[in-house]
T-cell receptor
C-alpha cells in the first residue's frame, strides 16, 4: 500500500539554489497539503489544494510555490532556497468533503531539507 | 485564530506507567479534535479523534475525551510500552472551511524506558 509518497527523502542545498519536492498519492484524494515541521512548533501549513488545478496559501506560504497539475501529484517548489527553510517537509492528502468531513489526513514520511 | 497548546516534553516514563499528555485548545464554534502519532523517521498517523463534546476517542489502549467546558482533549494510556515511544500531536479542525485544515500543537515527545 503506497499511500502518500514523498521524494526525495533527504536533500542538502546551497543558499539560492532551487528545487522541487514531489508528493504523490494513490488514494484518489481531492485535498492535498504541504506542511513544514520545526522543533517545538508542530506542523505549519504552507500551501494546500482542494482539487486538480487549484492551490491556496496556508499559514506560512512565503518563499514557496506549489502546483497541482494532476490530481495525484502536489509539487512544492523553492525558487531561491534560504537557511530559514531548513526543515522537515510533510505532504498529506485526504478525501474530499463530499465523502466525510471527518476523514483523516494521510501523511507521507517526510523530506528532510537542509539549506547551507 | 484557532490554536492548540500541548505540554512540553520530553515525557520520560518507565514501561507500564500511566501516561497523560495534556492538550488544550482555543477555537470558535465546535471543532473536531485529533491525536496524531509520529514514530521515528515516519510521517504522522491518526491515533484517535472526537468530533463533538463528551465524545471519547480510543485506539491501541489510548483514550482522549473531548471536554468542551475545559477546552481540553488530554491523551491517556493506562500502561505504556517501549513501542509507544514517539512524538504525539494534538490537532483540531474547525468547520468545513476551505481545505478542512488542521491546526497542530507543538508536539510532545514520549520516551518509554524498559
Amino acid at each position: 500500500n503506497a499511500g502518500v509518497t514523498q521524494t526525495p527523502k533527504f536533500r542538502v542545498l546551497k543558499t539560492g539554489q532551487s528545487m522541487t519536492l514531489l508528493c504523490a498519492q494513490d488514494m484518489n484524494h481531492e485535498y492535498m497539503y504541504w506542511y513544514r515541521q520545526d522543533p517545538g512548533m508542530g506542523l505549519r501549513l504552507i500551501h494546500y489544494s482542494v482539487g486538480e488545478g487549484t492551490t491556496a496559501k496556508g499559514e506560512v506560504p512565503d518563499g514557496y510555490n506549489v502546483s497541482r497539475l494532476k490530481k495525484q501529484n502536489f509539487l512544492l517548489g523553492l525558487e531561491s532556497a534560504a537557511p530559514s527553510q531548513t526543515s522537515v517537509y510533510f505532504c498529506a492528502s485526504r478525501a474530499g468533503q463530499v465523502y466525510d468531513s471527518n476523514q483523516p489526513q494521510h501523511f507521507g514520511d517526510g523530506t528532510r531539507l537542509s539549506i547551507l | 485564530g484557532d490554536s492548540v497548546t500541548q505540554m512540553e516534553g520530553p515525557v520520560t516514563l518507565s514501561e507500564e506507567a500511566f501516561l497523560t499528555i495534556n492538550c488544550t485548545y482555543t477555537a470558535t464554534g465546535y471543532p473536531s479534535l485529533f491525536w496524531y502519532v509520529q514514530y521515528p523517521g515516519e510521517g504522522l498517523q491518526l491515533l484517535l479523534k472526537a468530533t463533538k463534546a463528551d465524545d471519547k476517542g480510543s485506539n491501541k489502549g489510548f483514550e482522549a475525551t473531548y471536554r468542551k467546558e475545559t477546552t481540553s482533549f488530554h491523551l491517556e494510556k493506562g500502561s505504556v510500552q517501549v513501542s509507544d515511544s514517539a512524538v504525539y500531536f494534538c490537532a483540531l479542525r474547525n468547520g468545513g472551511g476551505a481545505g478542512n485544515m488542521l491546526t497542530f500543537g507543538g508536539g510532545t515527545r514520549l520516551m518509554v524506558k524498559p
